[in-house]
C-alpha cells in the first residue's frame, strides 16, 4: 500500500531529527532507546536511520565525490554532522562530535 507524501517527508526527517538532537547534546553519547525516547519515535526507527546514516558515510567516502547528487539545505548540514559511535556492554552509544 502507498504511502503519502506527508508520511514520506516525515520519516526522511527523521535523521535531521535524530542528528539535531545529538549536535545539540554535544557532550554526551545517547542509546538508540535514549535517542527514540527524547525524541518521540521509536527505537527500532533510531537503529534503521543510523544504520542508514552510517551506510551513506560510507559510500560517500568509497566514491570521495565521484557520484553527486543534488541536495537540498537541510541534507547539506547533515554532511556536516559526524556522529561517532562505540559499543560499551553490548550497547550502541551514538554522539555529535563535530558540527560546523
Known amino acids: 500500500m502507498p504511502i503519502d507524501a506527508a508520511e514520506f ?3 526522511k526527517n527523521i535523521n535531521t531529527v535524530i542528528i539535531q538532537f545529538l ?3 554535544k557532550g554526551k553519547g545517547f542509546s538508540a532507546k535514549e535517542i527514540a525516547d527524547a525524541v518521540g519515535i521509536k527505537e527500532e526507527e533510531v537503529n534503521h536511520a543510523m544504520v542508514k546514516l552510517s551506510l551513506t558515510e560510507l559510500f560517500s567516502n568509497i566514491t570521495a565525490g ?7 539545505r537541510i541534507d547539506k548540514k547533515l554532511t556536516m554532522a559526524k556522529i ?3 559499543t560499551i556492554n553490548g550497547s550502541i552509544y ?4 563535530e558540527h560546523t
Open 9 to 11: 517527508d516525515a520519516h
Open 23 to 25: 549536535c545539540r547534546n
Open 94 to 97: 551514538y554522539r555529535c562530535i
Open 84 to 86: 561517532e559511535d562505540i
Open 66 to 72: 565521484i557520484i553527486s547528487k543534488k541536495s537540498d
